[in-house]
């Protein structure tokens, strides 16, 4: 299943933080996603661990092209990207795969599986510092004022930098759980029942306010035959029936 946003009001999902969530350089974001609008404040939330602008966030961009955008806050010179977004009012993989271990690099973006063009709107400098304060945020920020308008799930952080394999596999229904497993440090299925959502890696549920259940993004059946990385073998028994050997 998945959560709906209604990009207007407090909506969110709030996990406290961890010590293996905190102060990432090398990263991977994973979501599906559906937009239907700009959000809250024209700048829709998808994820973000940003408490003081010292983190990072996955958004709509600002300009009112409705696009995304990444933004690597740990330096005290921000890192910020954009590219274009998937469809609006239909479901959408898309990967992040970011190295900020060096100040001046830039992401590489997985949109269904394929890398896309990456528009560098500021290039980060300077010292890192610590977003160990800050939660995790899914479909708004902190101050509940970046509400995302449309759906998420299968939300997913990795502290690894995951590959063209991983994103094909991810946009074909792959599951988090065996794409690098063993660097996956956030998984939220987004299930969208009760008042808490489950990490399944981390210590901490989300509490949920106000976002309420929607139907799970479509996706296609997964073949391993075409991929090499490593799998959960525990995994592999239990979604059986769901792959094509």
């Keep these: 299943m998945a959560r709906t946003f209604n990009g207007t009001s407090s909506d969110h999902v709030d996990y406290t933080t961890y010590t293996s969530i905190n102060d ?17 404040g024209g700048l829709g939330r998808i994820i973000e661990k ?3 602008n010292k983190g990072w966030l996955v958004f709509t961009e600002s300009d009112g092209s409705g696009n995304l955008s990444f933004e690597f806050d740990r ?8 590219w274009d977004r998937h469809a609006d009012g239909s479901w959408g993989h898309l990967l992040i795969v970011y190295d900020g271990s060096t100040a001046g690099t830039t992401p590489t973006v997985y949109r269904n599986g394929t890398s896309i063009a990456v528009s560098t ?3 980060s400098a300077g010292t890192l510092q610590s977003d160990a304060a800050a939660n995790i945020v899914v479909g708004n920020r902190t101050n509940l004022a970046r509400c995302w308008a449309g759906d998420l799930c299968e939300v997913a ?3 690894v930098l995951l590959n063209a394999n991983h994103a094909l596999a991810l946009a074909l229904g792959e599951t988090p759980r065996r794409c690098s497993p063993d660097g996956l440090v956030f998984y939220s299925p987004t299930f969208g029942i009760g008042s808490n959502e489950a990490n399944l890696v981390g210590l901490n549920d ?30 592999q028994y239990t979604l059986m029936p769901q792959i094509q050997m």
Aim: hydrophobic share 40%.
């Design 121 to 123: 709107f500021q290039a």
């Design 206 to 235: 989300g509490a949920v306010s106000g976002t309420v259940r929607a139907n799970h993004a479509p996706t296609t059946t997964f073949t391993m035959k075409a991929f090499s990385f490593p799998l959960n073998i525990a995994d």
């Design 75 to 82: 330096y005290t010179t921000p890192g910020n990207w954009n």
């Design 157 to 159: 952080v990795w502290n």
């Design 24 to 40: 990432l350089t090398t990263m991977s974001v994973s979501v599906w996603y559906l937009r239907t609008g700009a959000g809250g």
């Design 50 to 52: 940003d408490g003081a």
